[in-house]
C-alpha cells in the first residue's frame, strides 16, 4: 500500500527496494511497476530449498523466473525497466488499498 507513497517522497534520491509478500514472479512484476528497482525474493528459495535443498533453490529461482517473463510477456514488456504504473489496474493509493490488489 505504501510503495507509491514511498516512491514519490524519495524520488530519485534512493533506491526503492521491496521485501515482504513477494512469492510469485508476477508479485515482483506489481511492485516493480508500482514504483520498486529491486526486490527481495527470499520466500520462494526458501520454499525451494525446504522441498529440494540447493537444486530445489534453483529449481525455485528458475520458476520465479519463468512467472516474472510470462507476466512481462502477457502485458507487452520486454525489458524490466519498461514496467511503470501504466501497466496497474487501479486509479490511486485509495483505490489500491480499497482493493487490496
Do not use: H, S
Not at 506489481?30 to 514504483?35: D, I, S, Y
Not at 527481495?40 to 525455485?60: E, S
Not at 520465479?64 to 512481462?72: A, I, N, P, Q, S
Request: hydrophobic share 45%; glycine share 12%; proline share 4%.
Amino acid at each position: 500500500e505504501v510503495l507509491p507513497a514511498v516512491r514519490d517522497a524519495v524520488g530519485d534520491k534512493m533506491t526503492v527496494m521491496f521485501d515482504g509478500g513477494i512469492r510469485r514472479g508476477m508479485d515482483a512484476v506489481v511492485a516493480l511497476c508500482m514504483g520498486a528497482k529491486f526486490c527481495f525474493v527470499g520466500r520462494p528459495t526458501l520454499y525451494g530449498v525446504t522441498a529440494g535443498g540447493v537444486p530445489g533453490a534453483a529449481k525455485a529461482l528458475q520458476i520465479f523466473r519463468r512467472e516474472v517473463d510470462l507476466t512481462m510477456a502477457q502485458i507487452g514488456v520486454t525489458k524490466i525497466d519498461d514496467l511503470g504504473p501504466q501497466f496497474l489496474m487501479w486509479k490511486d493509493e485509495e483505490d489500491l488499498r480499497r482493493n487490496k490488489r
